[in-house]
């Protein structure tokens, strides 16, 4: 190993700092979650603890490994305002945050219709502040005295890079996630940032993802140990960095096969869509444009950009919370038991039957049915969430653990269908699941069941997003680009086939007609 890559990969709840070398391999690792702090009523993101807890890390790592770079990726949805050093001067809110109808609709009377600016922006509504335009209208109102002496309005892996090493930056992949802030078409910062007022806070121009911010300050090096010549990455967004080994390795492969030079897009990028899951579950689908139907106006689905600059389109949704709330709610009642084999003949019974569902979502607002309230119904009867959750009401299925998980499992892969529909998958296009969910075999075989006409794999990457911001150092520290960088990895792929579940599709249409 001549060198070590410190990846900080900080998601939603759980933040990592891991290890890499030279050749791409996890050498350690560490987690850490932290609560936030409640200040009148609002949820706010502990920055400082944050803060201490990567500085002590990386101190303990560099004493052991000859760390010569750092790249950041981070969860979406996420900014935050410094002074001119690089301090926070605003208290970060988190983007789970609901301030009610009436600042949605006093948002949209400041930026636009929303249908135009989701053709514009590429942005659709996602709810509560998890668009970024909307928080920033949010702090703004909440807190004017501490919004007047920002300087730099930085999104989050950005932020994380001038406390690193005092430069202000903003690269292509946050600015393109969600955040009604980029014009897909003109390719610059969209008239929401004029109307919000902030657009002399914003950089004013985007680097590449690749492109190296520069070195750590002599702050840093001292607060850390760590050799001033230490470099740091742009960061990027946690979803595109998911993405980015399976982009390189289309690449690699349409140019091992002749079909395109390395430089090129590949001609096999548009043929397969990424289902990673986590807390979010987010469909990505490498495309050549933005385009959106008439009737995707409205709905949860919008584009990306990719570590490329290139147009992903993403519908995204929460399973894994939904798997999360749900589970809470069986180990209550019995325990905390085994997760249940996969038995087929249960699975064909439920499907048959048509008597016993699950609908979306736990947070309402959200997801591909925004307006559904999360319930459950047996046999007609309906259980609002609230209600199970609080015990008032728990519906006789529930008293079966495996019976119900397998609800959830065809609840979670209906949504997944649905998704997958709205991102442009049609019958041929490869399915690649990564994530939480690779470890869940009945959701996977009912997904194949739904997309029998195409391939549906899970890959042996374990931590896709840590992997991709290491991809990136190594590639900042080639000075190659993306065309050019080495990829050092391989992904496996192991294919899913259907159960054979005949009338799952009638299931689907029982589902549909209930919300």
Not at 6 to 15: F, Q, W
Not at 94 to 99: L, N, Q, V
Not at 392 to 416: G, K, Y
């Amino acid at each position: 190993m001549t060198y070590a890559i410190a990846v900080i990969d900080i998601g939603k709840t759980n933040k990592k700092i891991l290890i890499y070398d030279d050749a791409l391999t996890a050498l350690e690792s560490r987690y850490r979650s932290f609560p936030p702090r409640f200040v009148d009523g609002l949820e706010l993101e502990d920055l400082s603890a944050l803060e201490a807890w990567i500085v002590e890390s990386l101190a303990e790592f560099g004493s052991r490994y000859p760390i010569r770079i750092i790249s950041v990726t981070t969860h979406g949805a996420a900014f935050v305002c410094t002074d001119e050093s690089g301090a926070q001067c605003v208290p970060m809110v988190s983007y789970t945050h609901e301030p009610g109808d009436a600042f949605h609709r006093e948002f949209f009377e400041l930026a636009g219709d929303p249908g135009e600016l989701q053709r514009t922006t590429a942005t659709a509504e996602l709810g509560a502040l998890i668009n970024v335009a909307k928080g920033i209208f949010f702090h703004k109102k909440t807190f004017p005295r501490e919004f007047a002496r920002t300087k730099h309005l930085l999104l989050y892996p950005q932020y994380w890079g001038i406390r690193f090493t005092g430069r202000p930056a903003a690269e292509h992949t946050y600015v393109g996630c969600h955040t009604y802030l980029w014009d897909f078409g003109r390719k610059t910062w969209s008239s929401v940032t004029e109307k919000l007022g902030v657009r002399e806070l914003l950089p004013e121009d985007l680097s590449s993802t690749w492109d190296m911010l520069g070195p750590i300050s002599p702050e840093f090096a001292r607060r850390t140990g760590l050799a001033p010549e230490t470099l740091v990455t742009m960061g990027i967004h946690d979803s595109n960095s998911s993405l980015l080994p399976y982009l390189l390795k289309q690449r690699e492969a349409a140019a091992a096969h002749g079909h395109a030079a390395p430089a090129e897009r590949s001609p096999f990028a548009e043929h397969f869509i990424l289902n990673s899951t986590g807390t979010w579950c987010v469909l990505m689908h490498p495309m050549n444009e933005v385009y959106f139907t008439d009737d995707e106006i409205g709905k949860v689905v919008f584009y990306n950009l990719s570590a490329y600059a290139e147009p992903v389109k993403t519908a995204i949704f929460l399973g894994g919370l939904e798997f999360e709330t749900y589970s809470g709610i069986l180990r209550k009642l019995h325990g905390d038991l085994p997760y249940p084999e996969f038995d087929p003949d249960r699975v064909r019974r439920i499907i048959d039957e048509r008597r016993l569902f699950i609908l979306p979502g736990v947070v309402q607002g959200t997801g591909q049915f925004p307006v559904s309230k999360p319930r459950i119904v047996e046999d007609g009867r309906v259980y609002a969430l609230e209600d199970v959750t609080e015990g008032r009401a728990i519906p006789e299925f529930f008293r079966d653990f495996a019976t119900a998980c397998s609800v959830l499992n065809l609840s979670l892969a209906i949504q997944t269908a649905v998704a997958l529909e709205r991102v442009g998958h049609t019958e041929g296009t490869s399915v690649y699941v990564e994530g939480g969910f690779r470890k869940n075999r009945e959701y996977n075989l009912l997904l194949a069941d739904f997309l029998p006409g195409s391939e549906v794999a899970l890959t042996n990457i374990e931590e896709a997003t840590s992997l991709g911001a290491a991809l990136l150092a190594n590639i900042a520290l080639a000075k190659a680009g993306l065309a050019e960088g080495r990829t050092g990895f391989s992904i496996e792929y192991q294919p899913v086939a259907g159960a054979g579940f005949r009338n799952i599709k009638r299931y689907a249409e029982a589902f549909m007609n209930l919300l």
